[in-house]
């Protein structure tokens, strides 16, 4: 049985779930508004042309064919799907934040792309998470509203950051941060 913040499936206290349950959402595509959209900067500051650029964002949804399936098998074969939550927002974090680092497009593309294999199975864990909370399935739209939420409300302020900070160093350092909010919350 999965739980979020000690709630487990089908618990009474049904109000406290829905209002985690949209704090995880709210959080996780919020903070992720920070890092999706400067994907093609970090590129292109990288010394990434057009093409190249286009090719590793092209791959990005392919990595997710395999890593989703994959992780999903995984964490409902163990049955802890909390903990492998815990570690592949952890892991994706560590690794979108040490693109800083990198000094080549090489090492930039190779890091985005091993970061999508960690980053993509987190929304379908939280998903099965939120769905095993909730009583009724019907509430999950309800619950998924908050993240389109926090994405409108996140995205220009890391935009704004990133413009002020002088790069998308900014955002990068805003999703790293911002995820230890989603792991709070989860």
């Known amino acids: 049985m ?24 709210f959080c996780y595509f919020g903070f ?31 990595i997710g064919i395999i890593s989703m399936p ?4 995984i964490a409902d074969k163990l049955g802890r799907h909390t903990l492998l939550l815990t570690v592949l927002i952890v892991l994706t ?27 993509n199975p987190i929304c ?3 998903d099965s998470t939120v769905l095993d909370a909730l009583p009724d399935p019907l509430q999950y739209g309800h619950q998924r509203l908050w993240g389109t ?11 704004i950051a990133m413009s002020t900070a002088g790069g998308p160093a900014a955002a990068l350092w805003v999703y790293a941060l ?3 909010l989603v792991l709070a919350a989860a």
Not at 40 to 58: D, K
């Open 93 to 119: 974090s560590l690794l979108r934040l040490s693109i800083l680092w990198a000094s080549s497009l090489t090492a930039v593309a190779t890091l985005v792309l091993i970061s999508e294999f960690s980053g």
């Open 70 to 73: 994959a992780v999903g098998f």
């Open 2 to 25: 999965t739980a979020i913040v000690g709630f487990t499936e089908h618990d009474d206290k049904l109000p406290g779930v829905r209002f985690y349950c949209k704090v995880v959402f």
């Open 178 to 180: 911002g995820n230890l």
């Open 149 to 159: 939420i926090g994405w409108g409300i996140l995205a220009p302020l890391a935009g």
């Open 124 to 126: 379908s864990i939280i």
């Open 32 to 62: 992720l508004s920070t890092y999706g959209p400067f994907v093609p900067l970090l590129l292109s500051s990288a010394g990434g042309n057009q093409v190249q650029i286009g090719l590793v964002s092209a791959f990005q949804p392919f």
